[in-house]
């Protein structure tokens, strides 16, 4: 079955540059996705990617794929404290497939 | 802005009560539905897919008859959890799958704020 698998937890410095990363094993992922879940709050999307784009950058977003290896990444660039949350990757398949989603990575932004 | 949106963010209830959340999709229609459930630092596990006039999918391991979900309309579904007990206590998140014109693929999925319950 689908898997998804993220580092559990990430910290970095205010104005440092974040990386999260995400890997699959559903070689039919058409669509990922990444969600940012502050404490207490429900998921809100952040950026996603077809599965046929290696890059998508989104103001301080980067996405990188890597589909040959299955693997995603979030960079955030200039982190803020503001950015400490859990970030959720997720993957599906078409039009009428549910999301996976990743075990999440708790970013924490230190002064 | 939210574009979806759940009702109530916080409820307390009686062991052996009934509760209802809602989920509506604000400003677009929503066929499908989605509804999670998540423990403290852990992912959201799928309980169920509910598509509009018609019944609910539910995952494997998740009691179709305690946690019943209605979906109605296109942008409305509930999710009732009957004679609840202290361990259904959680934090039940929807989503709903649509486009909103923004850009994004037209499966994207929205969610919604999240409920948590707690039963005593």
């Known amino acids: 079955g689908e898997d998804v698998e993220q580092s559990l937890f990430l910290s970095v410095r205010e104005g440092d540059s974040s990386v999260i990363n995400c890997t699959y094993t559903?070689?039919?992922?058409?669509?990922l996705y990444w969600y940012k879940q502050e404490p207490g709050a429900g998921l809100q999307l952040l950026t996603y990617?077809?599965?046929?784009?290696d890059m998508k950058q989104d103001q301080r977003l980067t996405v990188l794929l890597n589909k040959k290896d299955k693997h995603l990444s979030l960079r955030i660039a200039d982190t803020q404290t503001g950015d400490s949350a859990i970030y959720f990757c997720?993957?599906?398949?078409?039009?009428?497939?549910?999301?996976?989603f990743g075990t999440g990575t708790r970013l924490q932004v230190t002064l | 802005g939210a574009v979806v949106s759940q009702h109530p963010s916080w409820v307390i209830c009686k062991s052996g009560t009934s509760v209802k959340i809602e989920c509506r999709s604000l400003?677009?229609?929503?066929?499908?539905m989605f509804w999670y459930r998540q423990f403290p630092k852990q992912s959201l596990m799928l309980m169920a897919t509910?598509?509009?006039?018609?019944?609910?999918?539910?995952e494997q391991g998740v009691e179709k008859d305690k946690f019943l979900i209605n979906h109605a309309s296109l942008t409305l579904s509930t999710l009732t959890v009957t004679s609840a007990h202290p361990e259904d206590s959680s934090f039940y998140i929807c989503?709903?799958?649509?486009?909103?014109?923004?850009?994004?693929?037209?499966?994207?999925?929205?969610f919604g704020e999240g409920s948590w319950l707690t039963v005593v």
């Open positions: 989503s709903a799958r649509g486009f909103v014109g923004t850009g994004e693929p037209g499966n994207t999925i929205y």
């Open positions: 559903d070689s039919s992922s058409t669509y």
């Open positions: 990617i077809f599965s046929n784009m």
């Open positions: 997720a993957e599906t398949r078409g039009t009428a497939s549910k999301l996976t």
């Open positions: 400003d677009f229609q929503a066929t499908t």
């Open positions: 509910s598509n509009e006039g018609s019944k609910a999918t539910y």
